[in-house]
């Protein structure tokens, strides 16, 4: 481990800026003492998901269903979730039966304000090596072979499922972004294309998102122990804090991205993120008339950004 961690930590070591050396020394310091003292875990899984919802039973429905139906060699699912209702939560209640599988786990955050405890917690029990985020209002379009997109060594890769070549515009900021140069000869197939975050812009330079990406367990357990976090999109703020030392791995993504997040809507109130105009209510009030997202018609569907707002039916159960 305190190979790895030193071929880490080399690239920026004299990178750091005055106004935040100190906080960054003293963080990274602790959080690779945490990694050197962590024992691996043995698990039956090399890689763990953990899926981010609230209040969008309709959406989740949608994601797990095409994750069922487009994934081979699934790993577990654990669906930390909040509801603000009891309607939501009646909603979420019927869609834990619709769901009722052994690769996936609904965990019901403690209280509004446990979300930084709750998945703390549920990362010290994740037996695996790997873990890949996702949010609810993510779909998956195309057919995917985990086993393939997990084998990455995350300490030099931090690979996407959300990426691909035809993505050349940046949904939240609105502006168009530059396909980044690609690596050649760090991968064996030619299905997927390998680049430098440091080098990418905007979406092609962010390797610490919740949308589909690869990481080490034990590292972001240790960061998420280091950061103060609220809710999932704080979660993603914080870990910029730790943003040198991904910067300079590698992303490695299919040409067709595997995944798209559908914006249509938003459940929090940290950010301005842009988002559609499609209420989270109203389509609690579609779930509870029976219906779904007819998800299937989107698969193979073409996406300029990672995030792009889709007009979708809507069908029953």
């Known amino acids: 481990m305190k190979k790895i961690i030193n071929s880490i930590l080399r690239p920026f070591k004299l990178e750091l800026q005055p106004l935040s050396v100190r906080w960054q020394r003293d963080a990274f310091a602790e959080l690779y003492a945490s990694l050197d003292l962590r024992t691996e875990k043995e698990g039956e899984y090399s890689a763990d998901a953990i899926v981010f919802s609230k209040d969008r039973a309709l959406q989740l429905h949608a994601l797990l269903a095409s994750y069922g139906e487009k994934v081979a060699a699934p790993v577990p699912l654990h669906v930390l979730y909040q509801t603000s209702n009891r309607s939501h939560t009646k909603a979420y209640d019927e869609l834990i039966e619709i769901f009722k599988q052994p690769n ?74 530059p396909l980044p140069y690609w690596t050649t000869g760090e991968l064996d197939s030619g299905d997927k294309v390998c680049w430098e ?97 007819n998800y299937k018609k989107l698969y193979g569907f073409l996406n300029k950004s990672a995030h792009q707002e889709i007009t979708f039916e809507l069908i029953r159960r």
């Open 104 to 177: 996936i786990t609904f965990v019901k955050q403690h209280s509004t304000g446990s979300f930084r405890n709750d998945l703390i917690e549920k990362l010290s029990c994740i037996q695996s090596e790997k873990i890949l985020f996702l949010v609810d209002d993510i779909i998956f379009v195309e057919d995917l072979n985990m086993n393939d997109f997990i084998r990455f060594n995350t300490f030099k890769f931090v690979p996407t499922l959300r990426m691909g070549v035809h993505l050349e515009e940046c949904y939240p900021l609105k502006k168009k972004q």
């Open 197 to 293: 975050w440091k080098s990418g812009i905007y979406d092609w330079g962010y390797p610490l998102s919740v949308d589909g990406h690869l990481f080490s367990t034990q590292e972001i357990f240790a960061i998420s122990k280091l950061i103060e976090f609220k809710a999932p999109n704080t979660f993603e703020d914080g870990l910029q804090k730790f943003a040198d030392l991904f910067l300079p791995r590698l992303g490695v993504c299919y040409r067709k991205s595997k995944i798209i997040n559908i914006p249509c809507n938003k459940v929090q109130l940290e950010n301005n993120n842009i988002c559609g105009n499609i209420s989270h209510d109203f389509l609690l009030e579609q779930w509870e008339k029976g219906m779904q997202m």
